[in-house]
């Protein structure tokens, strides 16, 4: 037992160390935000900020004025919450009918979702972007149709396979009582569904959220950028960089996802493992 | 019931079936047939029979970045799963304070993406090769590579580590409770008991971590972009620019080859992930 306690104190000291060096990379941003550009070369980027080198918010007004942070956050946003919810409702309803109907059509639509889940980005990227342009997919508020087409292979699976599950009496029940399928699907099957809705959610918003390389090809991207293709840019562009608001930058990226996760902590590490264990 | 539910498909099914259409089943069969022409846009192209195959399997750079990009999965994958198993083993001990806490800050960097954790590693790393004396990502291919690597273990250890908790949760208490009783040490216990029970999660885990590196791209871009020469550019990121970074009409047919051959190598491996899952399933 003594020995027992004596390990689990070695432990903590160990991971306290390590969950230190975690968060590390992130800190060193932040301090590296106040510093002024000048001061920010790969020889002083440990340093603390001194009274000489400190830029105060400067970095985080130039970034949200100068930068375009503000609009680049702005379509991220919108870009994320219209795609996730186009694909949590349209696919949510799409795999209710394939599992039910369940006939040779849907079958074989069921394997074409679960086969576009392996399929590489690569694979579709030239071809996917030059349809999207054709068709005028291709404003911050049309993206969405892409990835409900493009996400929904993961949806589909991971509703589907709930739907399995659910006791077919219990849709029966409310034919008898005189539901129409739409109305036994939204006031039934969609509040049995909670808990895929959150993992799949939680999921696509990660996803959407944090995709680069799909709304570089398909948006504009002199005209629309979202938060990735803005901080690709700001290193990928000749002349200047930037360092310091591209630092402000990434501190208001991932500020608000760290927010996020820590408020909402138990839904999303659940949503990941159920997400891993069924893909 | 389901009588009167097929008819309802214009509401239920065309919404998504149509978005699928357009945003994978046609780009897929047209990305299909290109891969046999030479074009520019896709509006005029030219059949030319194998040709694009041929010369992309040609490419020393594509062979280069295919032998680094297996190289780098195996890396990774090894990495990846010892660290996250040997820590969910720690954090599942009993009367470790805080395990909470350190969960919670190991899987933050899952949720930021690719991107931004390249460059936030880029600075990092740059940071200590000017410390110790060695030239900067930009001009050394060795600290490219581990420099991947390593951002590799940041973002996903966590999330592996999540899983493998998961899996060590659900073993039944009534198996190391009769280990124990039958004196088994916690070294046998983790070889004869938990590892056994825990084939199912480590074969998921084995297969994101494999096709995590195999597909990884933007962690690519951000850290290296491929430099110096082209020397860390993993397959993505090859196809990639042989598509848009490479001058000349031939190239665009000859990218979307390597994309079908690289897709070819995605579904191989997760075909045989299946087969794992599934005669692992049998076993239980």
Request: a positive charge.
């Amino acid at each position: 037992m003594q020995r027992e306690k004596i390990t689990n104190r070695i432990l903590t000291v160990v991971f306290t160390v390590l969950s230190l060096a975690w968060i590390y990379p992130m800190v060193m941003i932040l301090v590296n935000s106040f510093k002024q550009n000048t001061a920010i070369t790969t020889g002083t980027a440990f340093n603390p900020v001194t009274a000489e080198t400190s830029a105060g918010i400067a970095n985080y007004i130039s970034a949200l004025t100068k930068q375009g942070f503000a609009a680049a956050f702005g379509y991220t946003l919108v870009i994320t919450l219209t795609s996730v919810a186009l694909i949590l409702v349209c696919c949510s309803m799409c795999a209710w009918y394939v599992v039910r109907v369940n006939n040779k059509f849907c079958k074989a639509l069921y394997y074409l979702f679960v086969f576009s889940m392996v399929v590489p980005f690569q694979m579709l990227m030239f071809t996917l972007s030059s349809l999207a342009d054709s068709m005028g997919l291709n404003t911050p508020y049309n993206i969405c149709f892409i990835y409900l087409g493009f996400g929904a292979g993961l949806a589909v699976f991971m509703f589907a396979g709930f739907v399995k599950t659910i006791p077919l009496e219990i849709e029966e029940a409310a034919t008898i009582d005189g539901c129409s399928p739409v109305q036994t699907f939204f006031h039934v099957v969609l509040p049995i569904m909670k808990p895929t809705y959150i993992s799949v959610g939680i999921l696509e918003t990660m996803w959407v959220w944090n995709d680069y390389l799909l709304p570089y090809l398909v948006l504009d991207s002199t005209k629309y950028k979202t938060i990735p293709i803005l901080i690709q840019y700001f290193r990928g562009g000749y002349g200047h960089v930037e360092l310091g608001p591209m630092m402000a930058c990434i501190m208001m990226t991932i500020l608000p996802i760290i927010i996020v996760y820590l408020l909402c902590q138990r839904f999303i590490i659940s949503g990941v493992v159920s997400g891993a264990v069924k893909g | 019931m389901v009588k009167s539910l097929r008819k309802w498909w214009p509401l239920f099914l065309l919404p998504t079936a149509l978005s699928f259409a357009f945003g994978f089943v046609i780009p897929f069969v047209e990305g299909l047939y290109l891969s046999f022409c030479r074009f520019i846009s896709i509006s005029n192209p030219k059949f030319v029979g194998i040709s694009n195959y041929v010369a992309a399997l040609a490419d020393p750079q594509f062979a280069h970045s295919f032998w680094l990009t297996a190289l780098f999965t195996i890396v990774i994958t090894v990495l990846i799963n010892v660290i996250a198993l040997a820590i969910a083993l720690c954090f599942t001990r009993k009367g470790l304070k805080g395990s909470n806490g350190f969960r919670t800050v190991f899987f933050m960097p899952n949720l930021i993406g690719g991107i931004v954790l390249g460059y936030i590693w880029q600075i990092l790393i740059n940071g200590v090769l000017t410390i110790v004396g060695q030239q900067l990502l930009a001009l050394n291919t060795v600290a490219g590579f581990w420099g991947l690597v390593i951002l590799m273990l940041w973002q996903q250890v966590g999330y592996m580590m999540i899983i493998y908790i998961a899996g060590l949760q659900s073993i039944p208490s009534d198996y190391l409770e009769a280990a124990k009783v039958d004196g088994a040490t916690a070294w046998q216990t983790l070889w004869k008991v938990k590892i056994p029970n825990l084939m199912p999660t480590i074969t998921i885990c084995l297969f994101l971590t494999i096709t995590n590196g195999f597909k990884l791209f933007d962690q690519n871009l951000a850290l290296t972009g491929g430099a110096p020469d082209h020397s860390t550019e993993l397959l993505a990121l090859n196809i990639y620019n042989t598509f848009y970074a490479r001058a000349g009409a031939k190239w665009m047919g000859i990218g979307q080859a390597k994309a079908v051959i690289f897709c070819i190598l995605v579904i191989c491996i997760s075909m045989i992930q299946l087969r794992a899952t599934q005669s692992k399933e049998v076993q239980q």
